[in-house]
């Protein structure tokens, strides 16, 4: 059985250099895990990925 993917809490304050990668560090094994389903259930990868920088952009607060 796959061990589940879990989200840890932030090391770093989010006015620290560090936060930001520490961000993506955590997000890259459940990104993969969403494209590899993703492209399992007969998607294209690269649109996939391109949907989900779109989405992402949406989700981002006003300044």
């Known amino acids: ?4 993917l879990t989200i840890g809490s932030p090391r770093h304050p989010a006015t620290s250099t560090a936060y930001e990668q520490e961000c993506r560090d955590m997000l890259v094994p459940h990104l993969d895990a969403l494209l590899r389903k993703v492209e399992a259930a007969g998607w294209d990868r690269g649109q996939a990925a391109s949907a989900l920088m779109y989405l992402a952009a949406m989700r981002l607060k006003p300044a």
Request: charged share 25%.
């Open 1 to 4: 059985m796959a061990k589940a």
